[in-house]
């Protein structure tokens, strides 16, 4: 079955760049699916951050669209987060996903999810 | 903007959790409901507004279209304590918090 996997460092100082990577398996990522970010600040609910497709489409959240950017290793089955200038505000739970871009554009599965502190 | 009610549902095993979720606009049937415990991942329930996910059990279930929309659970079980969100492909709802006890 399809399996997803947050990477990254669990902590960023604010003002630099938190970086994330997702790993894919049972799944080719140039299959037709978005994939996507979705962040959860502690104690808060769920927020779309982006979605990026092997075709080389992104869409983004306007409240991140001028510091996001998404993109793919298809060699590695891979996709990536990129979030500049860094603030506490960006302190939260990062969950990776596939989109099946139907209907509702639902998100299925999930990986388990890797936290991000901000903080000097 | 989805807007979801109540904010939190205390019940009791074995009774009915209705849990509602209205969208600002019409959406036609597109919405998914997911269930969320601590620590843990978000989990596809429904999707399209009634279909169920692989896996999920008969006894949740999703109905409505346009802009109002509702997941109901039967014959709730203590595992069902979780946190519900109600998601339109960037949008989610804040989330309704079901409690069993």
């Known amino acids: 079955q399809v399996q997803l996997q947050e990477s990254g460092p669990g902590l960023v100082k604010p003002s630099e760049t938190l970086s994330l990577t997702c790993t894919v398996s049972?799944?080719?990522?140039?299959?037709?699916?978005?994939w996507v970010w979705v962040r959860q600040p502690p104690g808060k609910g769920l927020e779309w951050i982006g979605s990026v497709h092997h075709n080389g489409k992104t869409y983004y959240d306007r409240s991140v669209k001028s510091r996001v950017a998404m993109s793919l290793d298809t060699s590695k089955n891979q996709f990536f987060l990129r979030l500049t200038s860094a603030t506490a505000a960006d302190t939260a739970m990062y969950f990776c996903?596939?989109?099946?871009?139907?209907?509702?554009?639902?998100?299925?599965?999930w990986g388990q999810g890797t936290l991000v502190t901000v903080s000097s | 903007v989805l807007t979801q009610s109540p904010g939190t549902l205390t019940l009791s095993p074995g009774e009915r959790a209705t849990l509602s979720c209205r969208a600002s606009?019409?959406?036609?049937?597109?919405l998914a409901w997911y269930q969320q415990k601590p620590g843990q991942a978000p989990r596809l329930l429904i999707y399209d507004a009634s279909s169920r996910a692989a896996g999920i059990p008969d006894r949740f279930s999703g109905s409505g279209s346009g802009t109002d929309f509702t997941l109901t659970i039967s014959r709730l079980e203590p595992e069902d304590s979780a946190v519900y969100y109600c998601q339109q492909y960037g949008y989610f709802g804040q989330g309704t918090k079901l409690e069993i006890k």
């Open positions: 049972g799944q080719s990522i140039s299959s037709d699916y978005y």
């Open positions: 606009q019409a959406i036609s049937d597109y």
């Open positions: 996903a596939r989109l099946t871009e139907r209907g509702s554009n639902w998100f299925d599965p």
